[in-house]
């Protein structure tokens, strides 16, 4: 059995019992997620029909949460998901402006989770406990957690969240301290924390200091991303500062030995002097870049992001012209993988320009099955909510030919399937489902059809849709929203 678009009993029982908790049945949907037999799969059915009964609108939240109540005792004694489900009903108080008894809340997660054995589960459900404490404006109690966590990642994670949210308080000293108290092998996290330290001082105003804290960073590479990232910040406040922080990252990359590593830091400069508006000086160096013949594939993704930059700027046509000129440098990278994975990402660019006719040719230049046949599926995707459902049926057509990509043939219609079931083209949702070839992948879409019509109150289409599918669980998944719809 293939496992593209397939599902197990359990997991359509747990979608039939969030459906019915949705849909205002939380009775029903607590005896289904209940009789799940599986205690872990049930614990999360539990979790999810209590968080989506809270979400729901038109009740009394002091009533919602007593409802839930029993529920929640029924919970399999598994420490992960009690946590999980604590902090969902945590963050539902917060924004029910409770915040005490968020904060209280939150404290019985955080004692589940010390119970979670996997120090990396462990650490991740402390990360996320941290960063509602920090949504709270309880800077000191996330960064009392950073004692609990052992895993390294998930420790410097939390660090590296509390750093911004002391900077976004304005307690720099503090904020840098817990940055540089970040494992030295946790770099990423140790670079981020100090540019976004520097980047915020830079926004106060405090350039010198943003200029200090970034020469922390240690990487020269990401120093020159950090300090262009400073310059262009102050760029409309001071210019004259700005071309001083430019001229300091120029030099910093001048002085990397490596070849790629210093085409990469003036692929950056390039793409932070777009940013600050300097298009003009942007092209400038990335001229220098072809003159030095670094990668395409670098030049490349510098244009790409300049392209970016142009359009928010409002200057489509050189957005569009610099699309173009990334493309060819594209089409000159030698290895073919990086070559298919970059055209896929020029795809998307252009979907985002509502040059859909461009992605469709680019995505047609994709030499890897699979790329090609994401870039079309999201092409089909973006012309179903725009309203061209025959171009939409089209695209599906296509990828339903494309050898090699045995997995996205069935998925990528079903995603335009999908789409066009949720913009209320019915018939050709339905049409492009029943053209899918993979048996899972069309109960997948024809289910998600009758999703969409039953929620949209046509549930008479939805129940003959239901009965088609062949998929004994997608066809109870879909029958649940007829039923959730009664």
């Given amino acids: 059995m293939p496992w593209w678009g397939a599902i197990e009993p359990s997991e359509a029982e747990r979608k039939i019992a969030i459906q019915l908790a949705e849909a ?40 919602r949460l007593a409802d839930v109540n029993d529920l929640i005792l029924k919970i399999s004694r598994d420490p992960e998901i009690i946590a999980e489900l604590i ?54 109690r996330a960064k009392a957690m950073t004692d609990l966590i052992e895993d390294k990642f998930w420790k410097a994670a939390v660090q590296s969240d509390v750093s911004l949210a002391l900077a976004d308080a304005g307690d720099f000293f503090d904020a840098e301290q817990v940055a540089a108290a970040i494992d030295d092998a946790e770099i990423i996290e140790r670079v981020e924390a100090f540019a976004r330290l520097g980047e915020i001082l830079a926004a106060a105003g405090q350039v010198d200091e943003a200029r200090r804290v970034v020469d ?31 001229a300091e990252a120029d030099a ?45 594939y670098m030049i490349s993704r510098g244009l790409e992001e300049i392209a970016q930059s142009l359009w928010d700027a409002g200057q489509k046509a050189a957005a569009t012209q610099h699309l173009g000129k990334a493309e060819l440098f594209t089409a000159m990278t030698e290895y073919p993988g990086g070559k298919s994975f970059h055209l896929l990402d020029i795809s998307h660019i252009y979907i985002a320009f509502g040059q859909h006719d ?56 079903a995603n335009i399937a999908n789409a066009l079931a949720a913009a209320g083209e019915v018939a050709a949702a339905e049409a492009v489902a ?53």
């Fill in 24 to 63: 205002g049945q939380f009775e029903e949907a607590a005896k289904i997620a209940e009789g799940i037999a599986d205690p872990r799969d049930q614990a999360r059915a539990i979790r999810d029909v209590v968080l989506a009964h809270l979400e729901r609108d038109g009740l009394d939240p002091a009533k």
């Fill in 87 to 140: 902090i969902g009903v945590a963050e539902w108080l917060a924004k029910q402006g409770e915040p005490s008894h968020a904060l209280g809340t939150l404290v019985r997660a955080e004692g589940f989770a010390k119970l979670i054995g996997d120090k990396s589960q462990k650490g991740e459900a402390m990360w996320t406990i941290a960063g509602q404490y920090l949504t709270l404006g309880e800077i000191d």
């Fill in 216 to 246: 922390r960073i240690p990487h020269v590479g990401a120093q020159v991303r950090a300090l262009a990232k400073v310059a262009a910040l102050v760029a409309k406040a001071d210019e004259a500062k700005a071309n001083a922080v430019f």
């Fill in 252 to 296: 910093l990359a001048t002085g990397i030995v490596d070849p790629e590593d210093q085409a990469e830091a003036f692929k950056t400069l390039a793409v932070q002097l777009a940013e600050a508006g300097w298009f003009d000086r942007a092209d400038a160096v990335l001229a220098r870049l072809i003159a030095k013949e670094a990668s395409a």
């Fill in 358 to 413: 461009a992605a469709e040719r680019v995505a047609a230049g994709i030499e890897n099955a699979m790329h090609r046949a994401v870039a079309l599926s999201d092409i089909g995707v973006a012309l179903a909510e725009i309203g061209q459902p025959a171009e939409a049926a089209r695209i599906a057509a296509v990828i339903s030919e494309i050898e090699g990509a045995e997995g996205w043939r069935g998925e990528g219609p």
């Fill in 434 to 486: 029943e053209g899918i070839v993979e048996t899972y992948w069309r109960a997948n879409a024809l289910a998600q059809v009758a999703i969409a019509l039953a929620k949209r109150g046509q549930l008479s289409e939805a129940e003959r849709i239901a009965r088609r599918i062949e998929d004994p669980a997608w066809r109870a998944v879909a029958l649940g929203a007829v039923a959730a719809g009664l």
